[in-house]
């Protein structure tokens, strides 16, 4: 098989990351509950909250934080409690800690992958804390490059395409998102590889669309082996 190029996501699709997230949610839930609001009016606000925060402050665990906060604040109004935001933060603070559990089958496939083709990690985020969670991933040595932007959106995948001088052809990107990784990817004229995970974010839910590139769809990272 001729090399390809293998643009390849991170959260949830190299290790967990939106379980973690959704825990704190849950919990977060929990903690207001006593004021009186139904639970998944609870999550609508914080949805909302989130949305705006990502536009003006990015994604990532302190736009987060400050997500919760908020909508703890907008629910509480006057009964807000300072220990209650604190509570807050320190549940933030505890998240920002937990170590990437990689998922199954990733160390071996990365090794495989790599041997025959180019692998370029590509996740968005807050560059610190992203980069942070490669390192500490302890997968960094089988990308050839690790590529961290804000948004990944067709922008995005062409100034990869540019910088990277991959042929549109030969190149695929992999991922768990049809918002972020499918769609922009097969737009700005890759093929792609969807790897459906039971918890991706709400924020991330898509319909896939079509390109010009293939798509194919596997059900663990392991069956990348059987593409390339
Ligand atoms: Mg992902």
């Given at each position: 098989m001729r090399r390809h190029t293998l643009l390849i996501d991170a959260d949830d699709t190299l290790w967990e990351n939106n379980v973690f997230f959704e825990r704190v949610i849950e919990d977060f839930i929990s903690l207001v509950e006593p004021l009186g609001y139904a639970r998944d009016y609870t999550r609508r606000i914080l949805n909302e909250t989130e949305r705006r925060n990502i536009r003006q402050h990015g994604y990532g665990v302190r736009s987060f934080g400050r997500s919760l906060e908020e909508t703890y604040l907008k629910l509480a109004g006057?009964?807000?409690k300072r220990n209650t935001v604190e509570q807050v933060a320190r549940m933030v603070r505890e998240l920002e800690s937990t170590p990437p559990k990689i998922l199954d089958g990733v160390p071996e496939t990365l090794a495989y992958l790599s041997s025959r083709h180019r692998l370029i990690l590509f996740t968005k985020g807050e560059a610190a804390e992203q980069a942070a969670k490669v390192e500490r991933s302890g997968l960094q040595g089988f990308f050839e490059a690790i590529e961290i932007v804000p948004e990944k959106d067709v922008t995005a995948y062409t100034g990869l395409i540019n910088r990277h001088r991959i042929v549109k052809s030969h190149g695929w990107m992999v991922g768990n998102s049809p918002r972020s990784d499918i769609n922009p990817a097969l737009q700005a004229g890759l093929n792609a590889v969807f790897i459906p995970h039971?918890?991706?974010?709400e924020l991330e839910h898509s319909e896939l669309l079509s390109g010009t590139g293939k798509l194919v769809i596997v059900s663990?990272?392991?069956?990348?082996r059987h593409h390339f």
């Open positions: 006057h009964m807000a039971h918890a991706t974010w663990t990272f392991r069956e990348l």
